[in-house]
């Protein structure tokens, strides 16, 4: 049964600070790996993919590595800001099934 | 633009009541999911549809039903609601059956069971 977790849970930094989140899964027969963003009250939002074939994704600050061997995801966070606060969840999808497999998420503060 | 809604935001009831969340989506995708999310155990996958007609049971299905009669609309039902259902209840859709595609996610819905 894949199993997906997320270290640290809880992560606080100063302004300006690169940061590395942490995801590793346990069977890395997957089709690809998806980082969400998740602001308290609201729903997630789709940060980054990472096919299974690929390497890594990025878009603006947000650089995200997946490694399958090592059954292991970074998600790299540039120049931190306040406003990037919030919880990051990463997911992935074994097979071609759609299920979403979820961790249970870093909580980041920024601070200013 | 396209979007996915839910509604109700926030919902109160009581054991044994039938419950209905509704969600819809206007990206006219194929593929539809309901989440649960709770503290200590993340988000878990209730049911799934890849069409119409057609819906699948995830991780956590005992207690709820869905049914897909179009492609906009995957509603969940709470058949007789429970304390333990007290959740934050998430539905999704992607474009591809191939597990390829970005899953978009809906505002969510809070449920208090009493």
């Known amino acids: 049964k894949q199993e997906v977790t997320q270290i640290p849970a809880a992560l606080s930094v100063p302004e300006g600070e690169n940061l590395v989140l942490n995801c590793s899964f346990t069977?890395?027969?997957?089709?690809?790996l998806q980082w969400f963003r998740q602001d308290p009250g609201k729903g997630l939002t789709s940060l980054l993919l990472?096919?299974?074939?690929?390497r890594e994704q990025t878009s603006g600050r947000l650089n995200a590595s997946l490694d399958k061997s090592s059954g292991r995801s970074t998600l790299y966070i540039a120049a931190s800001q306040p406003g990037d606060s919030a919880t990051y969840l990463c997911?992935?999808?074994?097979?071609?099934?759609?299920?979403?497999?979820f961790g249970t998420g870093t909580l980041l503060a920024v601070q200013p | 633009d396209a979007e996915i809604t839910q509604s109700p935001r926030h919902k109160i009831t009581e054991t044994g009541r039938q419950v209905t969340l509704a969600c819809h989506q206007t990206?006219?995708?194929?593929?539809m999911f309901w989440y649960r999310q709770d503290l200590g155990h993340g988000l878990r996958l209730i049911h799934y549809?890849?069409?119409?007609?057609?819906?699948n049971k995830g991780e956590v299905s005992d207690g709820y039903s869905v049914s897909r009669s179009n492609t906009e609309d995957l509603p969940l039902t709470l058949e007789s609601a429970a304390s333990s259902q007290t959740s934050v209840y998430f539905c999704?859709?992607?474009?591809?059956?191939?597990?390829?595609?970005?899953?978009?996610f809906g505002p969510g819905t809070r449920l208090l069971v009493l």
């Open positions: 549809s890849y069409g119409v007609q057609d819906t």
């Open positions: 990472i096919q299974s074939s690929q």
């Open positions: 997911a992935v999808i074994g097979g071609a099934t759609n299920k979403l497999i």
């Open positions: 069977d890395s027969a997957i089709y690809n």
């Open positions: 990206w006219n995708h194929n593929n």
């Open positions: 999704a859709s992607s474009e591809s059956r191939q597990g390829q595609a970005t899953q978009y």
